[in-house]
C-alpha cells in the first residue's frame, strides 16, 4: 500500500482533523500523483454533512486536484513522471454502458466511481485531495498546462466543467441572451465562458454589491433580482439560464424571465427539491434542464480551451488548518470565487 496524509471528516458533525490512511499499490495503468493544490467546493461540505445521501466515513474530500505525476505503472501510455497532471470529479466507471462509450461517464448508468465518499470497484472506499497524493486509473487523469496558474486551475476540475460542458451541449454562443444565476464559484466560471463563447451575459444576484463584481468578469448586465422593478425589465428576455445555485430559492420567478422556448440549467444542487408550477413552463414550452460536471474527454477540451484563452479561476489560497473557518466563509459567499489549499501545508 502507498501511505497518504490529508484531513478527513470522522462524522457529519466533526471538523475536519489531520488523518492517516493509505492508498492502493500502483497497478499497471494508475498513476501517482504528488498533489499540490485542491480546490474546495461546496458540494464538499454538502457530502460531509449527508446532506443529499449517507457518506462514507472517515471522508477526505477534495475533487479538483492537481498536481505532479510521481510514479506510473508498467503499462502506462498517456502520461510520464514529471508532467502536470489533474483529477475531476471522478475515478472511475463502469466503462461498458452506453454512455460510458458515448464519453459521457459521468452519467454512467452502473454509477460512476466518486474522487471521494465514493466505493472503488476493490470495495475500498475513495479518498479525495485534501490528502498529499492520489492514485488514478491513467483514463480518468487529466492533462495540465504549464501555461497557466496551476492553483487557478484547479477549480477547473469541478466548477470550470460544470458550467462548461451545458454552455457546450446548448451550444451557447453569438446572438444568445444567456442569464448567471448566482455569482459563486460556479457563477463566475459561467460568466467568463459565456463571454468567451459570444453570449450576451446577464449576471442574476440577489446582492446589489456584486455589480461591480459581475462586470469585472465580463458580464454585460447585472439584474438585482430581489428588487421588483429590476426584476420585471427582464421578464421573457433570455434564451438560456444558468442557475448555479446551491441554496433553495424560487425558481419560477426565474421562468418568468425566459423567452419563449427558453431553457433554464440547473447545475446548483440545493439540500431540498424545487417547487415548479405547471403553468411556469406551459406558458411558454419552457424547459427545466439539469447538467453534471463533463466527461473525461470534455474535461480536457475544457482544459485545453482554458490553455488556448488565457481562463482559470479567480481564487483564494488557504491553509487546510483553515478549512473549517473557509467553510463558514463560502457558506456566507464571502470568497472571490473559489477557495484553493495549499496541500503542502497538510
Known sequence: MTAAKGY????????????????RELGPNDVQINIAYCGVCHSDLHQIKNDWFPGIFPMVPGHEIVGTIIKTGSSVKKFKTGELAGVGCMVDSCRVCDNCKDGIEQYCENGNVGTYNGMGKDGVPTYGGYS??????????LHISDKLSLPAVAPLLCAGITTYSPLRHWKVGKGHKLAVLGLGGLGHMAV???????????????????????????AHHFIVSKDEVQAASVKNSFDFILDTVSAEHDMNMYLGMLKTNGVHICVGAPSNPHKISAFALIGGRKSVAGSGIGGIAETQEMLDYCAEHNIVSDIEMIDIKDITESYARMLKGDVRYRFVIDVSTI
Do not use: M
Open 132 to 141: 498529499d497524493n492520489i492514485v488514478v486509473h491513467e483514463d480518468f487523469v
Open 192 to 218: 467568463k465562458f459565456g463571454v468567451a463563447f459570444g453570449a450576451d451575459v446577464t449576471v442574476l444576484s440577489t446582492s446589489a454589491s456584486k455589480e461591480e463584481a459581475a462586470k469585472a468578469l465580463g
Open 8 to 23: 478527513a471528516a470522522q462524522s457529519p458533525t466533526a471538523d475536519l482533523t489531520p488523518w492517516n490512511f493509505e492508498r
